[in-house]
């Protein structure tokens, strides 16, 4: 692969805590190109962000035009963690991918200790 773009978890999805999977097929060109995109099963929050994210995908070129089924699954990581002014709460988003035909795009709130925090008494 040459190019890969993770798709976008939905500011709605993750507002509400919804997880999910696509499972989608995409053609690829003899030049690496993405060709078509279709959706085999999606859960409709993720459904464009996923095809907008797969129709970016760049391979080496090939002999042949091949077709390739993609999962992407969605989930909220629940951390335990309570805000402060010193600990703000913060949304982190991680990818992680077994490519070209899996990837996790897992999410969740996390504390981090702010600059001005830092070095204060």
């Not at 919804?18 to 929050?45: D, H, L, Q, Y």
């Not at 909220?76 to 709460?89: A, F, K, Q």
Request: hydrophobic share 35%; charged share 25%.
């Amino acid at each position: 692969m040459v190019t890969f773009v993770a798709p976008a978890y939905p500011r709605a999805a993750k507002d509400q805590r919804k997880m999910g999977k696509t499972i989608s097929r995409i053609n690829v060109s003899p030049e690496g190109v993405v060709t078509e995109v279709k959706t085999v099963s999606a859960n409709a929050v993720f459904e464009d962000y996923v095809l907008k994210a797969l129709k970016q995908w760049r391979f080496k070129p090939m002999e042949r035009e091949h077709v390739l089924e993609i999962t992407c699954s969605f989930e909220v990581i629940e951390n335990e963690c309570e805000g402060t002014n010193e600990h703000p709460i913060t949304s982190e988003t991680y990818v992680s991918a077994e490519l070209p035909t899996v990837v996790h795009i897992r999410t969740g709130l996390q504390c981090v200790e702010t600059s001005n925090s830092q070095g204060q008494h």
